[in-house]
């Protein structure tokens, strides 16, 4: 699922549609470009806090996914904290491939569920 994510972004970049970077994803924000906004989970806190912040109150799409040096791989850049998508096709697919893969990290699987109540 990660590489799909990622190459996802990958293309999305390639035709343009991805800001990166804090003042390129503000600005994308602020001027209502951006569908969906992803930040590194490995930003600072700050960073988290300022965009979630953002987003809610410019009412954008908001994600946490992957490291920053994984982002700005698949953008073609160097490490990037924080994406900016201003597609919409490019934002609901990557939105639902997001909201997938963190069912999937949440789901406790039968098995484990069995395991944790046997100790």
């Known amino acids: 699922m990660k590489?799909?994510?990622?190459?996802?972004?990958?293309?999305?970049?390639?035709?343009g549609n991805v800001k990166s970077g804090e003042y390129q994803t503000e600005e994308s924000?602020?001027?209502?470009?951006?569908?969906?906004?992803?930040?590194a989970g490995?930003?600072?806190?700050?960073?988290?806090?300022?965009?979630?912040n953002m987003t809610e109150y410019y009412?954008?799409?908001f994600r946490l996914y992957s490291t920053a040096e994984e982002l700005g791989h698949a953008t073609g850049r160097e490490a990037r904290s924080s994406l900016s998508i201003t597609e919409d096709g490019f934002a609901?697919?990557?939105?639902?491939?997001?909201?997938?893969?963190e069912k999937a990290e949440t789901t406790v699987r039968p098995s484990e569920e069995r395991a944790d109540r046997s100790r």
């Open 59 to 61: 009412g954008v799409p």
């Open 29 to 39: 924000v602020k001027k209502g470009r951006s569908r969906l906004v992803i930040v």
């Open 3 to 15: 590489d799909r994510i990622l190459s996802l972004l990958s293309i999305a970049a390639r035709g």
């Open 42 to 52: 490995d930003a600072s806190g700050n960073t988290r806090k300022k965009f979630g």
């Open 92 to 101: 609901r697919k990557l939105m639902a491939l997001l909201d997938d893969t």
